[in-house]
């Protein structure tokens, strides 16, 4: 490249535009910035107004978040042993005490087992149907890559009635498995899609000669396509697992108790006379927080997640 | 060679284990594809059918004991001539036009800056694209606090700039705000999708193009309203395409920040429906609702990629 190029912007207008962006990255972040900081306030401080930028840290909100408790009468609460632990000293702070663990953990650890397993099997399901789209004629090839796409198109309520009808018939009504397979039902769409491309992308010459040197199918799949397929079948696994992290409609209308997420959970937080701000805003955090580091991760293949392999850079 | 399928093969007499050997490419391609279409017909085709049957009934599921009987087509003319459907179907049409537009407008003029190459564009890309990744229902009600009357953020922040006091008004309350509410969030969240995509549409242009535009004197206006928009048109089309079906289905999101109130001001099809089915009960005529809404997105949709697909071949 020459020095001077006609299409390389000049310097004003690159500092201009970074200022530019610079500022919209701020304002855009402000929001997930409070969220985390109301997470560090205590209770009074966080419906302060004006609303307080500086205050002092509290950790009362993610004891909230796990525990709950009760107030005790002035003569009971008089007459208890001193706080043990630093927890117990943040809520007898506020007249308190622990009855017992919240149901915050319970549900995470239902995100964490639901968003696992169905990825696991979207991924498992996804790559071989993806392998079979990519190298083989299979009959009615673009309608059936079609009829997987158009299954996303159903609003999730509408999907919801039936499967509400039908798990209530086949006991998979609030189970870990009707939610499994619920969003693996739904994460294929995009696994096949997204793999399909990534496999499309794999010289069919490599396998080729895995067969020649007497490879069966089965082999050459698994010891040439696969690894060479590792890193979208990652990226992948990513979006679907972020997908079935976040999925709200179908948990607040087919879970209850047992297998319920934590974000129907979330805001059914709280508090003692309104709702309790710094632990809703710990939940917020602590649930956030793994998807903004799978997003940096991800950021190569941003682009192709969302949009279906569509758009490739 | 110890793996699963040598083991499988070993362990497996000869006339059986040379037909697993042997499969043919076409039973192979079949074995691959069953499962994934056995899932789809069992979660999605066939409950599917199970709604288009519900819809000319007027089954309820909280009284699974109660006759069934069959309506014919009354669902569908009881909605079609409803005057609240008609209501929550311009609420969403005004929902999805703002927030297409907003999102088109900030995010191709955020990808037009990055596309400057400054120092430090990729990390700014990074963060601006967090919001679009985290649960819409998270989301939602984290800003139903930012919009608290009196003592939120957004309240403070206008009353900081504008000097409207932050009691006089209320985000989510009655006063005609909510509607523009729920579409701030929604463009907070996904103004960085479109921007994505347009960026990777930018980049797409080869530095030719503009190399021959310079040398034919033409200005860079010109460059960019014959060469910029035409090329980033497909993928512009592309964002809105995706961002117009998911904002149709919009629930988790607006159904924390508002529930589709105060009053209707914010009944989006899908938060009705969700009351017809699971708070009203009322099965079949829901059924046909959804039937409505699916055929409605899916003709939009198929209108919208012949447009597309005519726009790319030029």
Sequence with gaps: MSAWSVTEPSKLSKWAAGLLVTFYTIVTLLPLVWIISTG???????????????????????????????????????????PETWYDRIVRGSGMVIAGPSRFG????????????????????????????????VPLKDDLLFFILSTRMMPPIAVAIPIYLMYRELGLSDTHLGMILLYTAVNISLAVWLLKGFIDEIPREYEEAALIDGYTRFQAFRKVVLPQAATGIASTAIFCLIFAWNEYAFAVLLTSGNAQTAPPF?????????????????????????VMVFTILLRKHLLRGITFGAVRK | MTNPIDLAARATPAPVSRRIRGLSDRAIAW?????TIFLLLAINIFPL??????SFTNYAANKPNAEVKW???????????????????????????????????IGFTLAWLINRKFRGNDLLTTLI????????????????FLYQPQIGLVNYVVELLTGTPA??????????????????????????????ICLAGLRSIPDYIYEAAEVDRASKWRQFWTITVPMVLPFLMLAVLFRGIENFKMFDMVALLTGGGPGNETLLTSIDLKREAFEKWRTGYSSAYAIILFVTVFGLASIYVKALNKVKER
Excluded: C
Excluded at chain 1, 107 to 113: A, P, T, W
Excluded at chain 1, 124 to 137: E, V, W
Excluded at chain 2, 49 to 54: G, S, Y
């Design chain 1, 266 to 290: 979330i805001p059914t937080i709280i508090g003692v006379g309104g709702q309790d701000w710094p632990a809703v805003a710990a939940g917020a955090t602590v649930f956030l927080l793994p």
């Design chain 2, 167 to 196: 009691s006089s008004f209320s985000m989510l309350g009655p006063g005609g705000l909510a509607p523009w509410s729920i579409i701030i969030v929604d463009t907070w969240m996904w103004t960085p999708f479109v921007m994505l």
């Design chain 2, 49 to 54: 059918i199970w709604t288009v049957r519900l």
């Design chain 1, 106 to 137: 319970e549900r995470f650890l239902n995100s964490v087992i639901i968003g696992f397993s169905s990825t696991a099997l979207s991924i498992f399901l996804g790559t071989l149907a993806a392998y079979a789209f990519s190298r083989f004629k």
């Design chain 2, 129 to 144: 694209v967090i919001p679009m990744m985290l649960s819409p229902a998270v989301v939602g009600n984290f800003w139903t």
């Design chain 2, 31 to 35: 074995i691959f594809v069953a499962p």
């Design chain 2, 71 to 105: 309506v014919g087509l009354r669902n569908y003319q009881r909605i079609l001539t409803d005057d609240g459907i008609w209501a929550t179907m311009q609420t969403t049409a005004h929902f999805l036009f703002w927030t297409l537009l907003l999102q088109v407008v």
């Design chain 1, 40 to 82: 560090f306030k205590s209770g009074p401080d966080s419906i302060s107004y004006p609303p307080k930028v500086l205050f002092e840290p509290s950790l009362e909100g993610y004891v909230n978040l796990f525990t709950t408790r009760t107030r005790l009468g002035a003569e009971e609460f008089a007459a208890l042993p001193p």
